[in-house]
């Protein structure tokens, strides 16, 4: 089985620790949910399993250190190639790896004939985050990191994209940040809860509900950290 093992990781900015002794074993197959509140760490671990900073202890994939390759990384805000038409996007990312697999039902869903002459600047919010999606998933990594994946999707297509990503891509190691609890609850099939920087649980749901004798995602954060994951409203 192959696993990506966080062994140790340790990262600290100036007087602040922003992870502490960060230790996960990640199957490949499994779709997992990286819960916190924000400054929980959630950002720097993905920052650190991507290679885009440093940090003490390691992360390996498959026992391999060097595994970045392998990492197609959907961005909260896809802010690049502005200049560019999606058509040209597209294939820019298509011609910079070997492992690409069109897919054509995730194309037409997610409507990316509509936006095809349009150039990057001029797209919506939800068209940005289409894109966005399409390029993560045809690249055709082994894992595959989705940063608020459903946000700014109108309701239809977040739905068909939950539905479709819960049957399909199958092989990869998903992991995900959202504020949708009740989306990533059908989605998911794994948690993790990160709060200042520690790691207070990583398992599939069953086991934890069980466990804490809860029924959703939100109750299980606050048995497990006695905080509400939402901010009280007055």
Do not use: W
Request: overall charge positive; hydrophobic content about 35%.
């Amino acid at each position: 089985m192959e696993k990506l093992v966080i062994s140790n990781v340790v990262k600290t900015y100036k007087d602040t620790v922003a992870l502490r002794d960060v230790n996960l074993e990640l199957e490949k197959g499994k779709r997992y949910f990286l819960l916190g509140k924000n400054g929980s760490g959630k950002s720097t671990l993905i920052d650190c399993i991507a290679g885009h900073i440093s940090y003490t202890g390691s992360i390996t994939y498959n026992k391999k250190v060097q595994f970045y390759r392998e990492i197609a990384y959907q961005p909260q805000h896809f802010n690049i190639l502005e200049n560019l038409k999606v058509s040209e996007v597209i294939n820019f990312f298509k011609s910079s790896v070997s492992s690409y697999r069109f897919d054509q039902e995730l194309y037409n869903f997610l409507e990316i004939a509509n936006i095809l002459k349009k150039k990057v600047k001029s797209l919506s919010g939800g068209q940005r985050k289409s894109l966005s999606i399409f390029i993560s998933l045809v690249m055709n990594k082994k894992i595959v990191i989705l940063d608020e994946p459903f946000s700014e999707l109108d309701f239809e297509k977040k739905k068909e994209l939950s539905q479709y990503l819960s049957q399909n891509y199958l092989d990869k190691l998903f992991i995900v940040i959202s504020h949708e609890l009740e989306d990533m609850q059908l989605f998911t099939s794994d948690l993790i809860i990160l709060d200042n920087g520690n790691v207070k649980c990583c398992g599939d749901y069953n086991n934890l509900f069980s466990n804490y004798k809860v029924n959703t995602i939100e109750d299980l954060y606050f048995a497990i950290t006695g905080k509400t994951i939402y901010e009280k409203r007055i």
